[in-house]
C-alpha cells in the first residue's frame, strides 16, 4: 500500500531511510540525518511549491517499508519527476520495488502525468539496472561534482 506521508512523519520517515542507508552513503557519503529527512519533505525546485510535492509511504503489512518523493508538473506539465525511491534493504530484490512503481506510475496517469522523470547518481549500478529494467531510458547525463547524474524517462501509457 502507498499513501502520502505529512512532515509530522518524519521520525518515522528516518527509521526506514536508516534501513536504506547505503543510498544515503553512497549519494552523499555520509549516514541519514533528522535534518536530511526533513529536507526530504521540504525540498522543492525553484519553480515549484509545497503543494506540487508528494512524499508517499510504501507499507507492507502494515509496517513502513519505503518512501517515494515526486514533483508533479516537473519540468514541464505533465511530467513527474521521481526525486527519491527509496525501498528497506531487506525488502529489494523480491518485486517489492517494481509493484510499488506500478502503483506510482498509475496514480501519475491518473492525475494527468505522460511522461515520468528521474535522476540516478552515475555510480548507482542497481539503481540504474531497476530503473532500466521497469523501461525508464536515458535521456541526458548531467555533470556534476561530485558525480554525475543520469536523467531517465518513461512514457506513461
Not at 525540498?43 to 506540487?52: M, S, W
Request: glycine share 8%; net charge neutral.
Amino acid at each position: 500500500m502507498v499513501e502520502i506521508l505529512e512532515l509530522k512523519c518524519h521520525k518515522r520517515a528516518l527509521e526506514i531511510c536508516q534501513k536504506a542507508d547505503d543510498y544515503f552513503q553512497l549519494v552523499g557519503g555520509k549516514s541519514v540525518t533528522l535534518a536530511s529527512v526533513e529536507e526530504i519533505f521540504t525540498a522543492v525546485p525553484p519553480t515549484k511549491t509545497l503543494e506540487d510535492k508528494l512524499v508517499l509511504g510504501v507499507y507492507e503489512c502494515g509496517a513502513l517499508i519505503g518512501l517515494i518523493d515526486v514533483i508533479k508538473d516537473y519540468p514541464k506539465k505533465a511530467t513527474w519527476w521521481i526525486g527519491l525511491f527509496l525501498i528497506a534493504n531487506d525488502r529489494r530484490n523480491k518485486g517489492v520495488g517494481s509493484v510499488t512503481h506500478q502503483k506510482l506510475v498509475q496514480y501519475m496517469k491518473d492525475n494527468g502525468a505522460n511522461l515520468s522523470h528521474l535522476g540516478v547518481i552515475e555510480k548507482n549500478f542497481k539503481a540504474l539496472k531497476f530503473w532500466t529494467h521497469l523501461g525508464y531510458q536515458v535521456q541526458d547525463i548531467k555533470t556534476a561534482e561530485p558525480d554525475s547524474i543520469v536523467v531517465m524517462e518513461l512514457v506513461i501509457k
